[in-house]
């Protein structure tokens, strides 16, 4: 058996090889096999047809053939509606109406309802019980780091890029926010705040740039900003902070603006909890508890299913 350590593929046969072959594991086990047998004639056609909604799907079929006739009945206003609620995650009008409906399916909830600017499909939440009065997370920004990135024409695949944040002011925040928290103890703090630090004469500063956060809001935004710091700016540091309650918070959309490109990981929520591993270990997760006790816990979660 030939035993190799990397096969190069000339760009004009990147394609085929791409739908003749897979590899089984790309990190530990480097097993290169044929793509798995094409499904049958049957299992096509159960594929192509409308799916079967039945309070929740069951089986299987097409999402696209059944929400389908219910995109034709929209005006073209309401399809404008969709457009621009899609635009704060980078889809279309019709791609978001795909993932919110099908999300609707799954939990058995009425659809399709008009979208939301606040929030669409996935939202963080920050859930509080007792015995725990808070929970804090942070997200940090220095300078050179790496994350997760799909690789255009493989969007099934991902592959570890070094990204170099060059940092300037003004910095600006926003937070799109839902929030049902009940004091507990005396003293209390909700917010997402910047805490950014920066050198003069030796010595390192920290300047904060908070977005308050009300403990009982329906979904709002919010948004703060900062222009001005003494000393050169080394780096700075996300964190979604709440003590002194419990509850929950809900969260979408987020975003840290500096040089018109928004650098917040995960600004979509897609899945706040993720860590990354084997091949990916050295890419940071989206955010890091700093406080995390018994009964306080993070995730993403379809807001109307709760």
């Not at 509850?247 to 490109?261: Q, W, Y």
Request: include cysteine; aromatic fraction near 10%; proline fraction near 6%.
């Amino acid at each position: 058996m030939a035993k190799t350590q990397r096969v190069e593929y000339p760009d004009e046969l990147k394609t085929l090889a791409g739908k003749a072959l897979e590899n089984r594991d790309r990190f530990i086990l480097g097993v290169v096999q044929g793509h798995k047998r094409e499904p049958s004639k049957v299992q096509k056609r159960m594929l192509k047809r409308a799916a079967i909604i039945n309070s929740p799907q069951v089986g299987r079929g097409s999402l696209f053939r059944y929400l389908s006739p219910f995109w034709r009945t929209l005006t073209q206003t309401q399809k404008d509606q969709w457009a621009g609620a899609a635009a704060f995650s980078n889809l279309n009008n019709w791609q978001l109406f795909i993932s919110d409906n099908a999300a609707r399916i799954r939990n058995d909830i009425t659809f399709p309802i008009p979208p939301s600017d606040l929030w669409q499909v996935r939202a963080g939440r920050l859930l509080i019980e007792n015995p725990a009065t808070e929970i804090v997370l942070k997200q940090e920004h220095p300078q050179i780091y790496y994350i997760s990135q799909k690789i255009v024409g493989q969007s099934w695949k991902s592959e570890v890029v070094k990204l170099e944040e060059i940092f300037s002011l003004p910095l600006t925040l926003e937070l799109r926010y839902k929030s049902n928290l009940v004091a507990t103890g005396p003293t209390q703090s909700a917010r997402y705040f910047a805490r950014v630090r920066s050198s003069y004469q030796g010595v390192d500063r920290f300047t904060d740039c908070n977005v308050n956060i009300t403990p009982i809001e329906d979904w709002n935004l919010t948004t703060a900003s900062i222009s001005d710091v003494i000393g050169r700016v080394i780096s700075y540091t996300l964190y979604l902070e709440i003590i002194g309650y419990t509850g929950e918070v809900l969260f979408d959309n987020i975003r840290a603006v500096h040089g018109g490109t928004n650098w917040a990981l995960d600004p979509r929520c897609d899945d706040i909890s993720k860590t990354f591993t084997k091949g990916f270990a050295a890419v940071p997760p989206f955010w890091v508890p700093v406080s995390l006790p018994a009964g306080a816990s993070f995730a993403t979660e379809y807001p109307p299913a709760l």
